[in-house]
């Protein structure tokens, strides 16, 4: 039920990958507008969430997708929620002496819906803004929602006032009041 996303993960192994194209849709959608070809080919998964630049991709879908970040120092390991990570413009909850090792992500199940979204000058340019949205539809209505913008803020955000608006709601009502 959790996919495991080695820190060194290259962004280009990420956006190839069977297993998340089948359990994590969202980021398989957003993984074609992380930077160029030359940036996905060389850079990872983990260091683009360490790095928690508030334009990224993967910051904000981990946020939506509600991740857990496994860091680690001499000290031992310990574990990060991503509601908790994210503290400002580059800024995270690690430690000073820790390193992030692993995102463990929870993989979408049926019923879940997923979109993402990304305004930027040109394709590969950081976003100027964007939404990561995950959801759980049960019936016509939401049972779940986590919406996560991300490009506007110092770092990706929570939106808790159309969270809220769409929860327990049918589609047709919960577009309106989310927007």
């Known amino acids: 039920g959790v996919v495991r996303v080695g820190s060194l993960t290259r962004h280009v ?12 849709p969202l980021i398989a959608e957003a993984m074609p507008h992380v930077a160029h070809v030359a940036v996905r080919n060389r850079g990872t998964f983990g260091g683009s969430v360490a790095l928690a630049d508030p334009a990224a991709e993967m910051p904000a ?12 120092s001499s ?3 310990r574990e990060i929620a991503a509601d908790d990570y994210f503290l400002g413009l580059y800024e995270t909850a690690r430690r000073h002496n820790e390193l992030l090792i692993e995102t463990l992500i929870p993989a979408e199940s049926d019923g879940s819906v997923s979109v993402f979204l990304e305004l930027a000058q040109r394709h590969g340019d950081f976003a100027m803004a964007g939404l990561a949205c995950h959801a759980r539809i049960s019936g016509d209505a939401f049972d779940e929602a986590r919406l996560v913008y991300f490009g506007s803020e110092d770092r990706p955000t ?18 309106g009041d989310a927007a």
Request: proline letters at 0%; hydrophobic letters at 55%; charged letters at 15%.
């Open 61 to 72: 879908c981990a946020l939506a997708l509600g991740a857990t970040f496994v860091v680690q």
């Open 158 to 175: 929570l939106a808790t006032g159309a969270i809220a608006a769409v929860t327990g709601k049918s589609w047709s009502d919960a577009v």
């Open 13 to 24: 192994e990420v956006a190839n990958s069977a297993i998340i194209r089948e359990k994590l």
């Open 75 to 77: 000290a031992g390991r």
